[in-house]
């Protein structure tokens, strides 16, 4: 299985720039040094509570805002020499559906008109082309065709969500970055709009990132999930081993908090949580105020992301230095 994105020592970091009299504005430190490779067919969910950086990495990867530090790379290739020999190169690799759906839709231009813009100007088809592409798009996402000439007021959520993965579509990309694209929708709604990504994924050849703070969701249409706490990833696995058997312990955290129905209860912090300060992070892990096994290494060194032993043959990696063990051996 080849490589469909892989990011390596990926940081954003805003403001910081020069004063007048040559001081330094506060720089917020919203990712930091972020690796992270998806294989191609794979979905791989990233969570993490608000703030922590997950939309950041999501607009970096697709372009719509530049890395501080590190690169990305697409099937292989850098992806700021793809934007820079063609800004639309870039676009024909990789593309995003929008947490709010309607918002995300132009509402002076007809579903027609949004839809057939990709076409145009990133794959270049003609008239007959891009009528035979309309066609196909509206069926995949269960739309029927009289909906092209509507404008986005006219449609519910979940109707207009669909478009927008179906604009996602049109310019064939084979990546799509997925930025909490059913928080917005009804639970109804969210489930449809989840099978209906997962027949794409097939029918497609799709490769996903899902991005989203609900756990279930990420369990439930994900084969792996990263981990984000403060800018950084703290742990990756696959979903079964990671939701089983959490090696960091803001994901075991994380786990505890998402409550089961009938079977478990959210169990909360014993102790307000004691937040990094994002305009001076701390030098060791910035889960340490908020863990129990935090030391003086914890609090002195930062973790690197590596492997840690795993309840399967399946790899997982964990940002602690005292990470919780299962007993079996670190994977070589």
């Avoid at 490589?3 to 720089?27: C, K, N, S, W, Y």
């Amino acid at each position: 299985m080849s490589v469909a994105i892989e990011a390596d020592g990926l940081t954003r970091t805003f403001g910081g720039g020069r004063t007048l009299f040559g001081g330094r504005h506060p720089a917020v430190h919203a990712v930091q040094s972020a690796d992270l490779t998806v294989q191609e067919g794979e979905t791989l969910g990233i969570v993490g509570e608000s703030g922590c950086g997950k939309s950041t990495l999501a607009r970096m990867l697709v372009g719509l805002d530049r890395p501080t530090a590190g690169t990305i790379r697409i099937a292989g290739r850098d992806a700021n020499e793809l934007a820079g020999r063609d800004t639309r190169a870039l676009a024909r690799h990789i593309q995003y559906v929008f947490q709010d759906p309607v918002a995300s839709l132009n509402p002076r231009k007809t579903i027609r008109q949004t839809l057939e813009a990709p076409m145009r100007r990133l794959l270049g088809l003609d008239a007959r082309a891009r009528q035979a592409r309309l066609a196909e798009l509206m069926e995949a996402v269960s739309l029927r065709e009289e909906f092209l000439d509507r404008y986005p007021h006219e449609f519910s959520g979940g109707q207009a969500q669909r478009i927008g993965i179906a604009r996602a579509l049109a310019a064939d990309a084979r990546v799509i970055v997925l930025d909490e694209p059913v928080s917005a929708l009804d639970v109804s709604v969210q489930a449809q709009v989840l099978n209906l990504l997962d027949g794409l994924k097939r029918d497609f050849n799709l490769t996903y990132i899902f991005i989203s703070h609900d756990l279930s969701v990420i369990e439930s249409v994900c084969d792996r999930v990263a981990v984000m706490y403060f800018g950084r990833i703290v742990e990756v696995g696959s979903a079964r081993d990671l939701y089983a058997h959490p090696r960091h312990h803001y994901t075991a955290l994380l786990m505890r908090s998402a409550p089961t129905p009938g079977v478990r209860r959210i169990e909360a912090e014993e102790k307000p949580a004691e937040l990094p300060d994002p305009l001076n992070p701390p030098p060791g892990c910035a889960f340490a105020s908020r863990c129990p096994m935090a030391d003086d290494t914890c609090r002195r060194e930062r973790p690197p992301l590596e492997a840690v032993d795993a309840p399967s043959d399946e790899f997982q990696m964990a940002a602690c230095w005292h990470p919780i063990r299962t007993g079996r051996p670190v994977p070589a």
